[in-house]
């Protein structure tokens, strides 16, 4: 079974690099690998093609390089992630079952990550930020979901182009709208494979990693509203509720009973962060795990209410104005 593994780029950087490399060292054999960049740039071996695709955003880029693929299996990776070596080989065994349209892995924090990488790696990884989607960052249960990023997905090439592709503006979120068309409109399997591993490199926590929170977040409450079967979860809610119940928790300090059960709340929660954060002989990580965990609360709260206030998003309003 070939497989084409598609990558989504703006220009050649030094992940991609890696990622590329460590394609071509794959244990599976039947494959080939298409860069899909702005702008043209040359890569001299024979399993790798570059398609540059001028500018656009990455659910373009992919459906494009879906297009040309010659696999029966898209394989999408980020460029920002490299895959372990059995990768293909864990997860292609799943497609044995026809049911099953699309695999998803773990996309685990390198082991070369350090500083306020590793302590945004460690922030996803958290059960108080992660809760039970925490096997998207590190090794859980195999198991059907119905909803899984595109930085490690496989789907059958005919389901993908049956569906049309991606087909979206969106960006977070085009992976939502495919998973959820795969799961209710063809009734198809989506599994995850703990063994499919790819490693993602994080972003810095105090900088990359918040932005990306607050785009996810922005993407997500407002999906609540367009794409409910999917993003209508109470997990979802819980940063907004934390975030008001902090705001509007202090303007009550002056009545006795609600400063009791605000501050009170408050100590605990910082506690269970803190106990979450602790990093042995590490005080550094511990504070940056610390603040990172209550920071990524804070801004997913915030940009969850404002996309769920959103009448569109700016990538729907560009598609429909096209």
């Not at 709208?177 to 490693?199: D, G, M, Q, S």
């Amino acid at each position: 079974m070939k497989i084409s593994i598609i990558i989504a780029v703006k220009e050649w950087n030094d992940f991609l690099k890696e990622s590329i490399q460590r394609c071509l060292h794959l244990s599976y054999s039947d494959f080939e690998i298409l860069i899909l960049p702005d702008t043209e740039f040359s890569y001299d071996h024979k399993q790798v093609r570059v398609l540059p695709t001028g500018p656009c955003l990455p659910a373009d880029k992919r459906d494009q390089g879906a297009r040309v693929a010659l696999g029966e299996i898209l394989a999408f990776i980020d460029d920002d992630a490299y895959p372990a070596e059995s990768w293909l080989t864990n997860a292609v065994k799943n497609f044995d079952d026809a049911e099953v349209a699309a695999v998803g892995g773990p996309g685990v924090t390198p082991p070369t990550d350090f500083g306020e990488r590793l302590a945004s790696g460690l922030v996803y990884e958290s059960f108080l930020v992660s809760g039970n989607f925490r096997y998207r960052y590190q090794k859980g249960a195999r198991q059907v979901v119905e909803d899984y990023p595109s930085c490690n997905l496989l789907i059958r090439k005919s389901v993908f182009l049956e569906l049309g592709g991606f087909k979206t503006n969106f960006w977070p979120g085009e992976d939502t709208i495919l998973c959820l068309e795969i799961t209710k409109k063809l009734k198809k399997k989506i599994v995850y494979e703990p063994e499919a591993i790819v490693f993602h490199h994080r972003r810095a926590i105090f900088s990359g990693h918040l932005k990306q929170i607050a785009n996810y977040a922005m993407h997500r409450g407002y999906f609540v509203k367009r794409f409910p079967e999917t993003s209508l979860k109470w997990q979802y809610f819980i940063p907004s509720a934390f975030l008001c119940w902090l705001i509007i928790g202090f303007f009550f300090l002056g009545v006795q009973w609600m400063s009791l059960l605000y501050i009170f709340s408050l100590i605990s929660y910082f506690s269970f962060v803190l106990l979450e954060s602790y990093q042995k002989n590490d005080k550094k990580m511990t504070a940056f795990v610390f603040s990172g965990i209550f920071l990524t609360h804070v801004y997913y709260g915030y940009y969850f209410l404002f996309g769920l206030a959103q009448p569109r998003l700016k990538e729907e309003a560009k598609k429909g104005s096209s």
